[in-house]
């Protein structure tokens, strides 16, 4: 483990050195960032082809293209034109790639389609014109055929556009989704393969496998390529139950469905060892009582009927499949890396997260003893092998890198970086590590925390700070890079990022705690955060703030009702009435699992936990970031009851809102909007806690 840790420590810090003075970053830096995404080695382990993921020329979107380069090393090559193409799959031979590409028609984005480039020389191919578009493709054993899943209804007939409607008929609790807008449940996703000439002049006829009301995805194809594997939850109202899917068979050729194996959770990354006789499956138990947080483990299972998933990591105490956040993965062409299997069927492989780090982990097949194949402290994001497991692509973050790709052998554990995509920005910017620090809080319970300081940090100065509380609220932050934290530490402020209890990546108890506390306890532990810093030395407890989005923003909210210690606060995309939340937002809290009951069963809790029931006690100059396209916490259950509440009080207070935007604005939104949001944030900071003389936000 440490020779490993020692290798990818020395690949990192083999960057070049330049004699000019380097700068501090800004906002507007993100214009230039470079990201990396679904890294795909080919099967002979010689190349990687991977997403390239830049910020476009307007500064409102983001362009994608496919790129190459050799496991050897040596210059990366483009080989698709883009600007929408994502999804790269290698055929079974090499000798093809397949891929996602959307284009536009009289400027109006059109659905994506899969084109097909043949790797010995030629243009892409278009390999599928279906109605509503075509997604994630797999081929085929053979190679002769591409299963993909699509929302086409070959049996719907095109209505003229007279007799069209755009009024929505809804009768299912769950109807629309952040970011994707109303959903649609009369066109579910389903099944469809398309053959693959060896010489496509046009597109070819695809045939619709799965038919019915329910999505199906996840596709995986049996080893003789007879039947394929995918994944479903078969409810119409799924939101009455706990989460639940299955992995469900059928034939290559189409026919009825058969149920392959399930447990008491939902089914996700499924991938086939290489006998072809089992599975292995990522899945969180639900169980009784209905937990807030359930950790994930990695499962595996015999194809025979009546066979019984086996949990090997039962006693991982870590979260299997997942990893850390920060503000910068790449915010388009992602798709989930699934575990793979040595050749031997000896080992499974699969990411995990470990107290702020993403590393993947090898797990014995029959035993479930766990040891690390990579280890460091980092972000692997995304991740494949070669058929016979022996060699993997890892894309892997840090602290003071976006991203970049790698290669490692997997008997002999080497590692080499393929890509520096960033170089050139980064090696004009004077970027700093932070410190990881540990700290006991309230009830011994011992709390890790990230502090980002100033580039110029001079220990005997007492710095400004500003607390940075992470959403979810079970996600973590970790060993990745953010943009925001080290920003704001080049705007002269000490970053103190915490992971309190609810968090993931610290084990299910420590997750779990928070279920019907939340706000709560929590707090605590990010004032102990705030604490230790002062104790240190670090920061001036005059100059203070605070801020955080989605589950953060709770937080800000809660905190700005219990403490007047900050001076200024930024509240994120949050919520301030937990019975208002209860009811539109796009997800149903039906399931006993944050409250015990809705709203009218249990009032009293509901106003107790309601950052604005404490509205009265806040004093504290507060801004609201709100996306005006946010579905997750509509803005009408948080920053705007927060805002009307504030003024009316006469509290410095002021509402930014982002036309178009979801709750994902601060990690995929709009280029230009992010950098907006991050102007606003420090801007709000320097008026209040700095004492600058800032009149944006006075009433003129």
């Known amino acids: 483990m440490t020779r490993i840790a020692g290798a990818l420590a020395l690949v990192f810090a083999l960057l070049p050195m330049h004699a000019a003075e380097k700068r501090l970053i ?9 990201w990396l995404a679904d890294p795909q080695i080919s099967p002979d382990g010689k190349q990687v082809a991977y997403t390239y993921v830049t910020v476009n020329a307007k500064h409102d979107g983001y362009d994608t293209s496919i790129w190459l380069v050799s496991t050897t090393g040596g210059a990366t090559r483009q080989i698709t034109a883009g600007p929408r193409d994502t999804t790269p799959r290698w055929a079974p031979d090499g000798s093809r790639i ?10 109006k984005p059109q659905p994506g389609q899969i084109y097909v480039l043949p790797m010995d020389g030629g243009e892409a191919r278009q390999l599928t014109d279906v109605a509503k578009g075509a997604g994630g493709p797999e081929w085929s054993p053979d190679g002769h ?9 070959p049996a719907e007939k095109e209505k003229k556009d007279d007799e069209k409607t755009d009024v929505r008929i809804i009768n299912r609790a769950v109807y629309r989704f952040n970011g994707a807008g109303y959903t649609d449940y009369d066109h579910p996703d389903h099944i469809w393969t398309v053959a693959t000439p060896d010489n496509i002049t046009m597109p070819s ?17 049996a080893r003789d390529g007879s039947k394929i594997y995918f994944e479903s939850n078969r409810e119409l109202e799924p939101y009455y139950k706990p989460q639940h899917s299955e992995i469900y068979s059928v034939s290559s050729k189409g026919g ?32 009784e009582p209905v937990k807030s947080y359930a950790e994930p ?12 998933p086996k949990n090997l990591t039962t006693a991982f105490d870590y979260d299997i499949g997942s990893g850390v956040g920060g503000d910068q993965a790449p915010p388009r062409g992602s798709s989930q890396s699934k575990p793979f299997w040595s050749k031997d069927g000896r080992f499974v492989y699969t990411l995990a997260s470990e107290q702020g780090r993403a590393n993947i982990m090898r797990v014995d097949a029959e035993t479930g003893k766990v040891e690390p194949l990579t280890a460091g402290d980092h972000d692997v994001y995304a991740y494949s092998s070669t058929p016979d497991g022996s060699t993997v692509a890892l894309a892997i973050a840090s602290p003071t890198k976006i991203g970049d790709l790698y290669v490692m052998d997997v008997p002999s554990r080497n590692v080499r970086r393929l890509t520096n995509i960033n170089e050139k920005l980064f090696s004009e910017l004077k970027l700093t590590e932070p410190e990881m620090i540990w700290y006991t809080s309230f009830d011994g319970k011992r709390i890790q925390a990230w502090v980002q300081r100033p580039p110029d940090w001079d220990a005997s100065k007492k710095y400004p700070m500003i607390l940075d509380i992470h959403g979810g609220p079970h996600s973590a932050y970790g060993y990745t890079f953010d943009h925001e934290f080290q920003w704001m530490a080049a705007k002269g402020y000490v970053v103190l990022y915490p992971n309190p209890r609810g968090s993931t990546s610290y084990g299910q108890e420590f997750g779990n705690i928070i279920q019907y506390h939340y706000p709560g306890d929590d707090f605590k532990d990010l004032m102990a955060g705030v604490d230790e810093l002062i104790k240190r030395g670090w920061v001036d407890p005059d100059r203070m703030g605070v801020t955080g989005g989605s589950g953060g923003g709770v937080l800000t909210n809660w905190t700005v009702g219990h403490t007047d210690r900050f001076k200024a606060a930024v509240s994120q995309r949050s919520i301030a009435d937990w019975r208002d939340f209860w009811y539109v937002a796009d997800f149903s809290l039906f399931e006993p699992s944050w409250f015990r009951g809705a709203p009218w069963e249990e009032e009293a809790d509901f106003k107790a936990r309601s950052p604005i029931t404490y509205v009265d006690k806040m004093k504290t100059p507060l801004m609201l970031i709100e996306g005006e396209a946010d579905m997750r916490t509509p803005s009408g259950a948080g920053g705007e009851q927060m805002f009307r509440a504030m003024k009316y009080r006469h ?3 002021v509402m930014v809102q982002f036309p178009g935007e979801t709750h994902e604005l601060s990690r995929s939104g709009k280029p230009k909007h992010r950098v907006e949001r991050l102007e606003h944030i420090v801007a709000w900071m320097d008026e209040y806690v700095d004492g600058q003389d800032i009149k944006t936000y006075d009433v003129q």
């Open 26 to 34: 800004t906002a507007e830096d993100l214009y230039a960032f470079h």
């Open 98 to 107: 397949a891929f996602v590409r959307a284009t536009e028609k009289d400027v």
């Open 145 to 153: 055929t591409i299963a993909f899943t699509s929302r086409t209804d």
């Open 205 to 221: 006829k695809a045939a619709q496998i799965t038919s019915g009301r329910f999505n199906e995805g996840g596709i995986l194809w």
């Open 256 to 287: 009825a469905i058969q149920s392959v194996a399930h447990v008491d959770g939902a089914i996700h990354s499924v991938a086939m060892d290489p006998s072809g006789s089992r599975v292995s499956f990522v899945a969180a138990l639900n169980g």
């Open 297 to 308: 483990d990695l499962w595996v299972t015999s194809l025979e009927d009546g066979a019984k």
């Open 651 to 653: 509290i410095p207070t």
